[in-house]
Each structure stands twice: as C-alpha cells, then as structure tokens.
C-alpha cells in the first residue's frame, strides 16, 4: 500500500494529474478508484505487438490482455520455429509481466539484471525469449 500510495501521491504533485482519473481504465471494481496493488499492476508497457527484427519497435501501455497473451505466444511459436531446442512453456500473467521486464531490460543500454528464483520457475526459458524478441544473440 506503501508503493501505491507513493505513486499516487507523486503522480499528482508531479505531474498535476488526478491518479484515479488517469488509470481508471485499471479499476477492476468499479467504483472509480485504484485501492490496491494489484489493480495497479495491470499497468503494463511494453513492445511486444511489434514484429521481430524492426529497429523502430514502439513501446506502448498494453490495455489489451487477450491480445498480450496472443502476442506472447505468438513470440514463442516464433522462437520455437527456429530454436535448436523448443521450449514447452504455459505463459500465465506472472510469466507474461516478467518476459516484458526482461525484454524491457535487454533492451536498454548495458541493461543486466538478476533474477531469483527456484529450479524450474522459467528464469532461463524467459531470459531466451526475451533475448529473441529483442534480436539479442545467445551464446
């Protein structure tokens, strides 16, 4: 609450904008305001509708979850199609939301990051997808 709070309050001072008006297309209940994290973390960005291999990719808010997912599994069966070793993954909401921060980081300018996690939680298969959508080598 702490984080959202935050958000909130900077938002406002800021950028002069009311929070509640500006991601209402967020609010899951309906009553016009944004009270939990987990409504705020429906705000995803990201330039995964863009095909592979453009320079110019325009990295957008993504407000469309059945389009997102079709995406991300577009962007698999495409690493699939040239992949020497073909991944079997289910692409459920977390998943998705990591594969566009890993794809967000691989993108930027020396962008690293570490990521925790237990044996067979998809670390690696995301950080090779994310890879290939961002036209990244691995070796």
């Given at each position: 609450?702490?984080?959202?709070?935050?958000?909130?309050?900077?938002?406002?001072?800021?950028?002069?904008?009311?929070?509640?008006?500006?991601?209402?297309?967020?609010?899951?209940?309906?009553?016009?305001?944004?009270?939990?994290?987990?409504?705020?973390?429906?705000?995803?960005?990201?330039?995964?509708?863009?095909?592979?291999?453009?320079?110019?990719?325009?990295?957008?808010?993504?407000?469309?979850?059945?389009?997102?997912?079709?995406?991300?599994?577009?962007?698999?069966?495409q690493y699939n199609d040239v992949a020497d070793n073909p991944m079997n993954?289910?692409?459920?909401?977390?998943?998705?939301?990591?594969?566009?921060?890993?794809?967000?980081?691989?993108?930027?300018?020396?962008?690293?990051?570490?990521?925790?996690?237990?044996?067979?939680s998809g670390r690696q298969s995301l950080s090779r997808l994310s890879a290939?959508?961002?036209?990244?080598?691995?070796?």
């Amino acid at each position: 609450m702490w984080m959202l709070e935050t958000i909130q309050e900077t938002t406002r001072t800021a950028f002069g904008v009311n929070f509640d008006l500006l991601f209402k297309h967020l609010d899951k209940t309906g009553n016009g305001k944004i009270e939990s994290f987990d409504e705020f973390r429906g705000n995803l960005f990201g330039d995964i509708f863009s095909p592979f291999g453009i320079s110019e990719r325009p990295y957008e808010e993504i407000m469309d979850k059945t389009k997102l997912i079709k995406a991300a599994e577009d962007a698999l069966n495409q690493y699939n199609d040239v992949a020497d070793n073909p991944m079997n993954l289910v692409l459920f909401n977390f998943a998705i939301e990591h594969l566009l921060r890993i794809s967000r980081i691989l993108k930027q300018d020396g962008g690293h990051a570490l990521l925790v996690g237990v044996g067979g939680s998809g670390r690696q298969s995301l950080s090779r997808l994310s890879a290939r959508m961002a036209d990244i080598e691995l070796f």
